[in-house]
């Protein structure tokens, strides 16, 4: 038994690293789960904070079994798919994190959720607000045109990824959140600096 092993997608997975984030995992949350409330902290994010919101549907696209924590394997698992998964792979978590009330379908009204919530986190960071850019409605009607095929007001999985595969605007847009772990890492550090 080596020190890493071979995922479907030919990446390796470093032993020593998963003993270190367990370790590290462990040590910050000592129940083996983190809770909402954890998870905003293991990460800086103040409750009440401009992620909050965003930080609340990352963790829902972390809890797998929808028990409202996340146990050590739903963390790895989340930030394998983040660091390595494919696009198609990673559109289907950006779903999830989209899909706010889990009915497998993204409405209107999720969709602004999310883009105000990324707007804000961006506006709050200063990150690419010099440019002139679209208003969270602009941003919401011009994806829904994009991507609502069937035109029914509510975008299916099967359309979020075709949507975004076929049309690089769209794709960008859905990118603003597709990075969790640039967002984890940034967070992470400011925390470290407190």
């Known amino acids: 038994m080596g020190q890493t092993q071979q995922t479907g997608s030919c990446e390796e997975i470093d032993v020593k690293a998963l003993q270190d984030m367990y370790k590290k995992f462990v040590l910050e949350c000592p129940s083996g789960v983190l809770f909402l409330h954890e998870f905003k902290r293991f990460f800086g994010v103040d409750p009440t904070g401009e992620a909050s919101d965003y930080a609340e549907n990352m963790f829902r696209a972390f ?104 049309d690089p605007w769209v794709l960008n847009m859905l990118r603003l959140d597709m990075n969790p772990a640039g967002w984890v890492l940034e967070n992470r550090r400011k925390s470290a600096h407190f």
């Open 63 to 166: 809890d797998k079994n929808g028990d409202n924590t996340i146990d050590f394997l739903e963390f790895v698992a989340a930030l394998n798919l983040v660091f390595r998964g494919d696009l198609e792979h990673k559109l289907r978590w950006s779903f999830k994190v989209y899909d706010k009330d889990g009915n497998g379908y993204v409405d209107r009204n999720e969709l602004r959720s999310i883009i105000d919530s990324i707007y804000r986190i961006k506006k709050f960071s200063k990150k690419d607000m010099s440019e002139t850019q679209l208003s969270v409605d602009e941003v919401v009607e011009r994806i829904l045109d994009a991507v609502d095929f069937d035109g029914d007001g509510h975008i299916t999985l099967e359309e979020f990824i075709r949507g975004a595969q076929e």
